[in-house]
């Protein structure tokens, strides 16, 4: 029954894209949107960095996104393989995406994340997909602010403040949590590891389809305020 659900949705959404011609064609991106990213990224709050990214315009949503793309093939040790699929995502990228309620933009969240995850996934470990799509900070910036919502979370508990949409229910990636270990192997350095623990986003009264910038790309709606794994 669910499919039966989502038809008429994949056949405007296919109706559409097929219509739609109107591709950005990026070669080269503007020093002005590198500065837009850059602003944004120093946002420490999530919250504020959130309204923040939702006052840009789709197209600056999208070289936002292709940016930090770009970012995380000059900031790894990459295969060509794998530099060659982050690029192949760039290209399925369109501005139309990051127009929250749309039927491209909820067409996009049921079909082209879910192909784009799974292409991600034959070549990179699931943190990697998760740093690459739902996070704007490098891996050691994400760590370290997980580490310090930690240390803050009984603070907040007992203050009794009023939790914040956060997450996208139903998102197996919005709540990540990444982990580190050592490996210690004979005649080896020891070396660290790292994994990806995803917890289940909790639906929030205070929260619904209106306050976006959650999920892949930001492009979901925010109505979780609680994730299971923090």
């Not at 139309?96 to 292409?119: A, C, H, M, R, W």
């Not at 580490?147 to 990540?176: A, D, F, M, P, W």
Request: charge should be positive; aromatic fraction near 10%; proline fraction near 2%.
């Amino acid at each position: 029954m669910r499919l039966f659900k989502f038809i008429p949705l994949l056949i405007t959404f296919i109706c559409l894209s097929c219509s739609d011609n109107t591709d950005l064609e990026i070669t080269e991106i503007p020093k002005t949107h590198k500065e837009i990213f850059q602003n944004i990224k120093t946002i420490k709050k999530r919250t504020d960095r959130r309204n923040a990214f939702n006052t840009l315009t789709s197209n600056e949503k999208l070289f936002f996104w292709q940016i930090r793309l770009d970012n995380f093939i000059n900031n790894n040790n990459l295969s060509q393989k794998q530099i060659e699929t982050i690029k192949n995502v760039k290209k399925m990228l369109k501005p139309k995406y990051f127009e929250y309620g749309t039927v491209q933009n909820k067409g996009f969240s049921v079909i082209i994340l879910k192909d784009i995850i799974n292409l991600l996934e034959k070549h990179f470990s699931q943190t990697d997909v998760y740093l690459m799509l739902f996070e704007i900070d490098e891996k050691e910036e994400v760590i370290k602010r997980q580490e310090n919502l930690q240390k803050t979370k009984n603070i907040k508990t007992k203050s009794g403040n009023l939790k914040e949409c956060i997450c996208n229910v139903g998102s197996r990636y919005t709540c990540g949590r990444i982990n580190t270990s050592v490996s210690i192997q004979a005649k080896a350095s020891p070396s660290v590891e790292f994994s990806t623990e995803f917890g289940k986003c909790t639906e929030g009264n205070s929260c619904g389809e209106s306050s976006w910038g959650c999920g892949g790309f930001f492009t979901q709606s925010c109505n979780g305020s609680s994730c299971s794994n923090f």
